[in-house]
């Protein structure tokens, strides 16, 4: 059973959104930028769509590149998404919603793991196509990895 810590270190807590909220803005982003540490220094960022189920982020990608070679070598990583953003100029601030996710990334081998979070996917962005898009998953699965970050740690903030 994984534990998730709701964090609670943030100095400004009038914005800090509860877990089901800030759960709430994870499932509803229309997209998220994962962040893994590169060497000692460096860090790697990349914006991704991606599928909530449970307390595990679904993404997909290449069977080689960056993200893949990365995700096997340094597999911490937080995925940062936004909501509800509106400037507003005149008080040099930005109204939204956010939620900062961190995790260990892993490549899913586990084929109806693999199966249900291509679906997610396929069910998050083309829900009127679910027909096809099981074609595609069948097409696809065996071309292009799954990845999952399992949430370890959740924070959400809103700047009203």
Do not use: W
Request: hydrophobic fraction near 35%; include cysteine; glycine fraction near 6%.
């Amino acid at each position: 059973m994984i534990h998730i810590r709701y964090t609670r270190c943030m100095r400004r807590t009038d914005r800090q959104l509860p877990f089901d909220a800030a759960m709430n803005v994870l499932k509803h982003g229309s997209h998220g930028v994962l962040s893994m540490a590169v060497e000692e220094n460096g860090v790697y960022a990349i914006p991704l769509n991606y599928a909530v189920e449970g307390m595990t982020i679904y993404f997909h990608g290449a069977r080689e590149g960056t993200k893949t070679e990365i995700a096997r070598k340094h597999p911490k990583g937080t995925l940062v998404c936004v909501t509800k953003e509106e400037v507003l100029a005149e008080q040099f601030t930005t109204q939204y919603e956010s939620a900062i996710a961190e995790g260990h990334v892993r490549i899913v081998d586990d084929e109806s793991e693999r199966i249900r979070g291509f679906r997610a996917l396929i069910n998050r962005y083309s829900p009127e196509y679910r027909e096809k898009g099981e074609r595609y998953i069948e097409h696809m699965k065996d071309k292009t990895l799954l990845f999952a970050l399992d949430i370890e740690q959740l924070q959400g903030k809103k700047r009203k």
